[in-house]
């Protein structure tokens, strides 16, 4: 038996969650004066890249939204813009992260603080999109869509499953398992 389509985007909510507290503790760490490596970063914005929005959010744009939009015609467009927007929102900030590691990695007082900035508000951003998903545009789509259209979404995001490799979860969850292991061994600044 398959897993419900909406179960399986929560569960990645849980995994997103997971690096988005990753990403809080290593400011708080940089505002405490110890400086996570740039590799804890670049893993930040591969994860945000390669799982958050190139599969997660690739399935909802590209799969659950369009089944959304054509079912209800029209009702739901509203909502499926801010979501969209949210998802492009995201995306300028996780650029915005990646622009500033060069300065962070130099040690630059304003790139450090342009990443703490958009940290912060792709967390915060993030934050909130998955609550508003989970919360009420997934029950709302439970209570929409057909059995049948549930087994079809299920079936795409398989097809979507194996285009990235069959793995993709498996491979992020590590992102976020080797990214919680390099905040937790940082050390404190030397005085």
């Known amino acids: ?26 400011a708080d760490h ?20 390669g799982f958050a929005d190139g599969y997660h959010h690739f399935k909802e744009e590209h799969v659950l939204f369009v089944r959304m939009a054509q079912k209800k015609r029209g009702e739901v467009d509203a909502q499926l813009d801010a ?11 996780l650029n915005g992260i990646s622009r500033s590691l060069d300065g962070y990695a130099a040690q630059d007082p304003s790139k450090t603080v342009d990443l703490l900035e958009n940290m ?11 609550h508003t998903e989970d919360h009420l545009f997934y029950p ?19 097809k979507e499953r194996e285009r990235q490799g069959g793995d993709a979860f498996e491979r992020h969850h590590k992102l976020v398992v080797d990214m919680g292991s390099i905040i937790t061994h940082l050390r404190e600044p030397a005085r």
């Open 83 to 93: 979501l969209r927007h949210q998802h492009e929102r995201g995306r300028e900030l």
């Open 120 to 130: 912060a508000a792709y967390s915060s951003l993030l934050r909130h999109h998955i």
């Open 30 to 49: 940089i505002e405490n004066g110890r400086r996570p490596s740039t590799a804890f970063f670049e893993k930040a914005v591969e994860f945000g890249r």
């Open 140 to 158: 709302m789509a439970r209570k929409t869509l057909t059995t049948q259209e549930f087994e079809q979404l299920s079936g795409e995001f398989a």
């Open 1 to 26: 038996m398959t897993m419900d389509p909406l179960d399986t985007l929560s569960n990645e909510h849980g995994l997103i969650r997971q690096f988005l507290d990753n990403l809080t503790m290593a």
